[in-house]
């Protein structure tokens, strides 16, 4: 029996960088806040996770998508956005388009 083969020499590609591929909370050297209105998005739990679980099919559950913004360090931002871009579909900020229209009107009101 032989021994199994071994390469010591990584691969030339071995790396990729993070911030080429998005990886949340990883932003490139020197970036700060202010560089873009979006900035937040790298920091956003929902970033990781499914897509779907955030743009239920009508009359589909939210309650996955509601329970990861409860501990997402942006939600607010991401509200802030969906409020001001009229965001129509999705969960956002932790509210459904249904409960985005009542804080909408509400705001309105008073």
């Known amino acids: ?7 010591s020499e990584a691969p030339a590609d071995w790396f990729v960088d993070p911030v080429e591929l998005g ?6 050297e020197g970036a700060d806040d202010a560089e873009g209105a ?6 956003a739990l929902c ?3 499914d897509p779907e679980a955030f743009f239920p099919e009508k009359g589909g559950s939210t309650r996955d998508a509601k329970r990861i913004c409860t501990s997402c360090s942006v939600r607010e931002q991401c509200l802030e956005y969906a409020l001001q871009n009229d965001e129509r579909f999705g969960i956002w900020g932790g509210l459904s388009e249904r409960e ?3 804080v909408k009107r ?3 009101a008073s």
Not at 23 to 28: K, L, Q, T
Not at 38 to 43: A, N
């Open 1 to 7: 029996m032989s021994a199994p083969f071994y390469n």
């Open 23 to 28: 990886v949340p909370g990883v932003r490139p």
């Open 38 to 43: 979006l900035s937040w998005q790298t920091d």
């Open 47 to 49: 970033a990781q996770t």
């Open 100 to 102: 985005r229209r009542r």
């Open 106 to 108: 509400a705001a309105q």
